[in-house]
């Protein structure tokens, strides 16, 4: 029953026919302003009594002047960085020497692409997820972008970043960014180094991730670095989805153009594929996807990773190969395979 809610897909990949800029004026300014009742309330209309329910809908009802202004205003600036995104100007983003200074397992495109978000993409009234921080690398990226970015400069709040991490040393992490005397330690201390600089940005989540919740702050940017594993694919899913506001917010998949067994994020992202649409990718890791629709509650708590039988999983994954070409295609493949071999092993149905 739950798969049959995906099957009609609106996905559409990066290499898709629309022209750019299509889908960010068009679906983005409507989806924000009578589709979903938390995109509203975070489009200025802050007061509850202005948001008035209609069967299934919500619908704005009378704005004050100022806050039309506010409204628009919002909806330019979601249109315009989403175009840039899409037009791949975050491939030209400055890195500084922050950025160059902490260790990362992100590829400089990745981070130029965060840094972008932070400074382009950001509007100061979400939340800014950075999950699977490690010793600070995405973190510092996403921060130098908000310290950079207008609407956080003219009303600076904290926190705005939310790191997530477990901040222990893990085998496959040594020799390259410990010695091997630091297996199974705290990084913890190496991370605020690493970050004292946006202190007043963050909010650490120390810890694993599976034993935090999300109060359901509305999410700008998630950063997904740390599903590495399908029930933390499926925690990362129920806790931060419902929260993603559609056309503005931005999910950023790490590990999703990777050859090695990270299918669960193609399934993931297929599977909700009438809520999320690619805007853009770093060739190689990472993809964006905005959020067109909302993630309804019911969909994201059903742990489809853990869950859905091995056809079905071969159908979504066979589905998300399909949208990219080359070499990207294959890595997707290689990375299915991996995937389903993984689950018939496991002896999932
Ligand atoms: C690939 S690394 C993140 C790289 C980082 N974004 C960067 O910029 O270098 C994945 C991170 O996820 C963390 N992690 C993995 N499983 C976790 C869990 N269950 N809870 C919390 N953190 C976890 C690891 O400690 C690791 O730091």
Not at 37 to 48: F, I, V, Y
Not at 215 to 225: K, N, R, S, T
Not at 287 to 294: G, N, S
Request: hydrophobic share 40%.
């Amino acid at each position: 029953m739950i798969v049959t809610a995906c099957a009609q897909p609106t996905f559409t990949s990066c290499q898709c026919a629309d022209p750019p800029g299509k889908m960010a004026v068009a679906d983005g300014s409507d989806r924000r302003t009578v589709g979903d009742r938390e995109g509203a309330l975070k489009l200025g209309l802050r007061d509850e009594a202005q948001v008035d329910r209609a069967p299934g809908r919500y619908r704005a009802r009378r704005l004050p002047v100022r806050t039309h202004l506010a409204l628009v205003s919002s909806r330019l600036m979601s249109a315009e960085s989403l175009q840039a995104v899409r037009e791949r100007a975050w491939a030209t983003e400055p890195l500084d020497d922050a950025c160059q200074r902490v260790p990362t397992m992100l590829i400089p495109d990745e981070l130029r692409l965060l840094r972008f978000l932070g400074r382009r993409h950001f509007e100061n009234w979400g939340a800014i997820i950075d999950g699977g921080c490690f010793l600070g690398g995405s973190t510092t990226a996403l921060a130098e972008g908000v310290l950079a970015n207008a609407a956080w400069q003219g009303a600076p709040r904290r926190p705005v970043i939310h790191s997530f991490d477990r901040f222990r040393v893990e085998d496959y992490t040594i020799p390259t960014y410990f010695p091997p005397e630091r297996a199974g330690t705290s990084f913890r201390a190496e991370f605020d180094a690493n970050t004292e600089r946006y202190r007043h940005l963050l909010e650490v989540h120390d810890g694993d991730i599976t034993a935090h919740s999300w109060a359901g702050e509305p999410i700008e940017i998630l950063f997904i670095d740390v599903a590495k594993t399908m029930s933390v694919n499926d925690h990362v899913i129920e806790t931060f989805f419902p929260s993603l506001v559609p056309g503005h917010s931005l999910v950023v998949q790490q590990d999703y153009l990777w050859h090695e067994v990270m299918g669960w994020l193609q399934m993931t992202m297929e599977f909700f594929a009438d809520c999320f649409e690619i805007v853009t990718d770093t060739q190689v890791h990472s993809v964006v996807f905005l959020t067109v629709e909302r993630v309804p509650v019911e969909l994201a708590s059903s742990r489809p990773t853990m869950t859905l039988r091995r056809a079905e999983i071969e159908r979504l994954l066979t589905r998300a190969a399909d949208r990219f070409s080359g070499e990207q295609r294959t890595w997707l493949q290689q990375a299915a395979g991996d995937f389903m071999d993984m689950l018939a092993a496991e002896g999932r149905p």
